[in-house]
């Protein structure tokens, strides 16, 4: 389905996306993240709510006071630029109307735990029998297969399983967490690859398929060389801090007002580097001549680690990156408001304006620049139900007579 006039608050986009339609059946980020690149990049997203029960991070910090109501920045940045309506899936009707809209979508995506659509009646397995074209997104803590696959999960669950948890922090403390939900955002990120290899598929064969994506899978491949480390040394990884497992120096090091990533290990680098910071004999110095020896924990504890503090405490971090970032890898380790101010992100359109209520706000935007389809990341968030009449009018042709039969039964 092609919608050239969704709405008056919603247009589609012009991105390489469009014409396609994606039936969104998700909450949190998990799902919705997902959704919402495939709308930024010019998508038609249904996003599908409960009636009684609408995505929970409606109700999550921070929030904009608009016409007297409290509306989720957080909800509005995973759910831009998408279409609203209500369904209830329990009941017999609001199955049936999810089937009637099958019949018109691309793409559907749901992060149930495995098994529940298919208690429902809306499996893939039915779902394609009424349109064979279906691509159906699964995303889940463990996947579709396997043991694990009906145990409930949330983010965490996915750090800890796939392996990062116990691999982040410092030696000799507890793991720590990745300050993200990055098994949630690298779930979505797979499932958006596997949705758009198989767009590609129907387009050769006429036929859709699953898109299983776990979160412990995701997270498992960003890892590094965690794996191989272990299968081939039986090396296990441990936490490091902020240094890497071999390459030195290659981490976080302190300056006047903060700290910075410093990574000139090579010896081009670090011939480069003296040279800037006014001893380029050190380059020349027998005991961190040569990128072999510097990668020694030792010797980067004792020469190189101690070179670097006394160069970079002279000067900030700006400074440091004006006389050393365009020719070595150094870079400020900046905080979210510095980060938000960056003029090279403000240069990329990496931070971007979504109207929310009578506001705006400020958000990440779209990180997949296209030369001749760009997409665009500004449109507003749907409100619960929005576009119950424009939807359910157009796609299943419903009159308003039963559009408020069904509202009063509570199946919208």
Not at 202 to 229: F, K, W
Not at 375 to 380: E, L, N, S, V
Not at 397 to 404: I, N
């Amino acid at each position: 389905m092609t919608n050239n006039s969704q709405s008056s608050s919603h247009t589609t986009g012009s991105g390489p996306l469009r014409g396609v339609t994606v039936l969104d059946i998700t909450r949190v980020v998990a799902g919705p993240f997902c959704s919402m690149l495939l709308a930024d990049l010019g998508a038609t997203v249904i996003k599908v709510e409960n009636p009684g029960d609408p995505d929970y991070t409606r109700t999550f910090p921070p929030f904009v006071h608009s016409d007297g109501e409290d509306l989720s920045a957080f909800f509005a940045q995973y759910n831009r630029n998408k279409l609203g309506i209500t369904l209830n899936l329990k009941d017999d009707e609001g199955r049936a109307l999810l089937r009637r809209l099958v019949e018109r979508a691309d793409v559907l995506v749901e992060n149930f735990r495995p098994g529940t659509m298919e208690k429902l009646g809306l499996g893939y397995d039915e779902l394609s029998q009424i349109n064979p074209r279906l691509v159906y997104a699964g995303i889940s803590g463990f996947g579709r297969s396997g043991p694990n696959s009906a145990r409930p999960a949330y983010d965490n669950t996915g750090q800890a399983t796939g392996g990062l948890w116990a691999m982040n922090g410092y030696p000799d403390l507890p793991p720590v967490r990745v300050g993200t939900i990055i098994g949630d955002i690298a779930a979505s990120l797979y499932a958006v690859i596997g949705i758009l290899a198989s767009l590609h598929e129907v387009s050769r064969t006429g036929l859709g398929q699953v898109v299983d994506i776990s979160q412990q899978d995701s997270v498992l491949s960003l890892t590094e060389n965690a794996v191989v480390r272990y299968t081939v040394n039986n090396e296990v990884p441990t936490p490091l801090g902020n240094d890497h497992p071999f390459v030195r120096p290659y981490g976080q090091f302190p300056c006047k007002d903060g700290y910075v990533f410093f990574g000139g290990y090579t010896d081009k680098f670090w011939a480069i580097t003296c040279e800037l910071f006014g001893e380029p004999e050190m380059a020349r110095h027998p005991a961190i001549d040569s990128m072999d020896k510097r990668f020694d924990p030792q010797v980067a504890r004792e020469h190189v680690n101690p070179l670097l503090e006394r160069w970079f405490a002279r000067h900030t971090k700006a400074e440091l990156e004006a006389m050393a970032g365009d020719v070595v890898p150094l870079s400020a380790i900046k905080t979210i408001d510095e980060v938000v101010h960056d003029p090279h992100i403000v240069a990329r359109d990496m931070i971007v304006s979504v109207p929310l209520g009578n506001q705006l706000v400020r958000m990440f935007g779209l990180p997949v620049k296209l030369s001749r389809t760009p997409g665009d990341a500004t449109g507003r968030p749907p409100r619960v139900g929005e576009h119950n009449d424009f939807i359910y009018g157009r796609i299943a042709g419903l009159t308003a007579e039963e559009l408020a039969a069904l509202k009063e039964k509570g199946v919208i």
